[in-house]
């Protein structure tokens, strides 16, 4: 491997946190979707299971997007550069 930053893209840690928020996505995309039409109550007027594949999946995925971004700024060195230099292109 030349390049020294593709060590630093498969850090354990990073690894541990793709894993972790893809089992967040796989538990509200399929999970509570799936078992959200057994619960008998109502977010405003409509039922659980309605809101959840509606609204809430949307809001979890953004969720899931921002906390990587805030995870990936905090675990990344604080010695490498995070934006592109003018050579890099």
């Known amino acids: 491997m030349a390049d020294p930053s593709a060590q630093e893209k498969h850090h354990p840690r990073v690894l541990a946190l793709k894993a972790g928020l893809l089992l967040v996505w796989f538990l509200v995309s399929f999970v509570f979707c799936f ?3 057994d619960l008998q109550f109502s977010v405003g007027n409509w039922p659980f299971g309605y809101w959840m594949a ?3 999946t949307v809001l979890a995925f953004i969720a899931i997007v921002a906390f990587y971004a805030w995870a990936m700024t905090r675990l990344e060195p604080e010695d490498s550069p995070t934006a592109p230099g003018p050579h890099d292109a």
């Open 35 to 37: 078992f959200a039409r």
């Open 54 to 56: 509606a609204q809430g």
